[in-house]
Nanobody, 128 residues
Framework: QVQLMESGGGSVQNGGSLRLSCEAS?????????MGWFRQAPGKEREGIIS????????YYVDTVRGRFTISQDNARNTLWLQMNSLTPDDTAMYYC????????????????????WGQGTQVTVSS
């Protein structure tokens, strides 16, 4: 198991930036993990936006965030970062990070049922 905690959410103006973090409070242990960022906007279903294979570094971005959001990892701090630029009101949502044990070096899925560990979420609000 890995315990995840997100932070860095807040309120920004249209076009602004935020950086979210996802910390594995007790480390990742000996397991290679797939990590994902998800978000849930008011009245909508939760959607996956980015995945990262911590072992291989392979990433996947959905079209709506590709080119604006960047995922990165800080292994020394057991922390995952999500840099979000050019934010719009459509990005307003609760953002979650999640993890599941990777099966290999390939691209990690964004299928939510695959993820076994979830953080509590951090709210991002973008005003027009």
């Amino acid at each position: 198991q890995v315990q995840l905690m997100e932070s860095g959410g807040g309120s920004v103006q249209n076009g602004g930036s935020l950086r979210l973090s996802c910390e594995a409070s007790s480390g990742y242990g000996d397991i290679r993990w797939c990590m994902g960022w998800f978000r849930q906007a008011p009245g909508k279903e939760r959607e996956g936006i980015i995945s990262l294979n911590l072992g291989s570094g392979r990433t996947y971005y959905v079209d709506t965030v590709r080119g604006r959001f960047t995922i990165s990892q800080d292994n020394a701090r057991n922390t995952l970062w999500l840099q979000m630029n050019s934010l719009t009101p459509d990005d307003t949502a609760m953002y979650y990070c999640a993890a599941y044990p990777a099966l290999g070096p390939g691209t990690c899925t964004l299928g939510q049922k695959t993820y076994t560990n979830w953080g509590q979420g951090t709210q991002v609000t973008v005003s027009s």
